[in-house]
Structures are given as structure tokens and as C-alpha cells.
């Protein structure tokens, strides 16, 4: 069973720091794509990042760029977005996911929401100005 859970949330105050992390379960994380969403209330889940299966390529959205780290530890399973020099409009519950089929390792469509099948049930965080 495809399980994925989020941990790593929390308060900080504006310009610092917080490390997700995202245990994955029931599959091997290597041979998967992973995504970070982050979501408010109200809104649709918005895209942050994604880390392809095995070769390396990673993806930001505007709003991490320079900011934001995605990176994967294959051994132990899980994967990490490290995110720096935060904002209070970084507020969110962020998300990670993955997805089975023919773009299951790739970053294809990656801010697209519909395009992944496999969700964790998500971490707060919040920034305080």
C-alpha cells in the first residue's frame, strides 16, 4: 500500500527556516518521481517543486526558485524540501505526492495537481511576519 507521510511543519517567524520531509511506504521512492504542494484555505493546491526519478532534474515554481531545495535520500525513503528564507505568504499546508504510470519518474506537468494519484496527508506551516 502507497503511503506517504508528511512531518516537519511547524512556526517560524519570517526569514527563517524549516525542513519537510516526506516517508514515503510500499513502493521504492527510486524509481518515482516526488512533488511538494502547498495549499491555503480557499485556494487550490498550488505546486512548489518536484524531483524527477534518477537523473538529477528538479523543478521550482516561481515562488521557490532560490529559496527552496528539493532532495531525496533513496535509502532511506523519503524525500525533503528545505525551505529558506520564508515568508509569511509561504503560509500553507504543504503536500507531497507521487504517481504511478508512463510519467510516474518523470517532473512532466509537475504544477498540475490532477496529474498525480498518490497524496500524503499534508504538514502546517506557518510564518509569522
Known amino acids: 500500500q502507497v503511503q506517504l507521510v508528511e512531518s516537519g511543519g511547524g512556526l517560524v517567524q519570517a526569514g527563517g527556516s524549516l525542513r519537510l520531509s516526506c516517508a514515503a511506504s510500499?513502493?521504492?521512492?527510486?524509481?518515482?518521481?516526488i512533488t511538494w504542494f502547498r495549499q491555503v484555505p480557499g485556494k487550490g493546491r498550488e505546486g512548489v517543486s518536484c524531483?524527477?526519478?534518477?537523473?538529477?532534474?528538479?523543478q521550482y515554481a516561481n515562488s521557490a526558485k532560490g529559496r527552496f531545495t528539493i532532495s531525496r535520500d533513496n535509502g532511506r525513503n523519503t524525500a525533503y524540501l528545505q525551505m529558506d528564507s520564508l515568508k509569511p505568504e509561504d503560509t500553507a499546508v504543504y503536500y507531497c505526492a507521487t504517481r504511478y504510470g508512463m510519467e510516474a519518474g518523470t517532473c512532466h506537468e509537475y504544477l498540475n495537481a490532477n496529474a498525480w494519484d498518490y497524496w500524503g496527508k499534508g504538514t502546517l506551516v506557518t510564518v509569522s511576519s
Open positions: 524531483s524527477a526519478r534518477d537523473d538529477g532534474i528538479t
Open positions: 510500499g513502493f521504492a521512492l527510486d524509481r518515482y518521481a
